[in-house]
T-cell receptor, first 111, second 112 residues
């Protein structure tokens, strides 16, 4: 099976940097994904890591350590519009690439 | 546009009733996932189908059921509805060749 854990809520200040952590346990790791979800809307894809290291995409970066079962999403230069839930998801290569999502971290950006 | 279509977008119904939510996955995607999201809550995994067969079950109530048809569209059936079933229901699809899951826009169910 898969267990995916991430903090329930975080708060940060506009212009700051925030790191959202995700730990996972899976039998056949084949990729980790981060999604952003604004209230009442569908989740949208942010980033994908399958190898160890940092993937940078503009203000957002995602890091993966497969040996530790750990990832983080780093958001820089926070903007008010970044207030959303951030979902960590893991793909299991042993089960037809099934995807499982964590419960999400609700980020509130304050002025 | 994610390529995943959910209908209807909104649904209002009374307690005790039964509704069917429909999802058409992206062309070629074999896996369909259903999620429930109550107000201010995270995504709760309900059930997954792969190429017509049930693959995994999450926190799905016995009053709920789903199926995936030969054309790969899926339906989620919710019966004996209760006020607490009011939520957003999302469908997502993945394929063997794609990396990420694609979400539909959701069906907002309101039980009154």
């Amino acid at each position: 099976g898969q267990n995916i854990d991430q903090p329930t809520e975080m708060t940060a200040t506009e212009g700051a940097i925030v790191q959202i952590n995700c730990t996972y346990q899976t039998s056949g790791f084949n990729g980790l994904f981060w999604y952003q979800q604004h209230a009442g809307e569908a989740p949208t894809f942010l980033s994908y890591n399958v190898l160890d290291g940092l993937e940078e995409k503009g203000r957002f970066s995602s890091f993966l350590s497969r040996s530790k079962g750990y990832s983080y999403l780093l958001l820089k230069e926070l903007q008010m519009k970044d207030s959303a839930s951030y979902l960590c998801a893991v793909r299991d290569g042993n089960n037809n690439n099934d995807m499982r999502f964590g419960a999400g971290t609700r980020l509130t950006v304050k002025p | 546009d994610s390529g995943v279509t959910q209908t209807p977008k909104h649904l209002i119904t009374a307690t005790g009733q039964r509704v069917t939510l429909r999802c058409s996955p992206r062309s070629g995607d074999l896996s369909v996932y259903w999620y429930q999201q109550s107000l201010d809550q995270g995504l709760q995994f309900l059930i997954q189908y792969y190429n017509g067969e049930e693959r995994a079950k999450g926190n799905i109530l016995e009053r709920f059921s789903a199926q995936q048809f030969p054309d790969l569209h899926s339906e989620l059936n919710l019966s004996s509805l209760e006020l607490g079933d009011s939520a957003l229901y999302f469908c997502a699809s993945t394929g063997t060749g794609s990396t990420e899951a694609f979400f539909g826009q959701g069906t907002r169910l309101t039980v009154v």
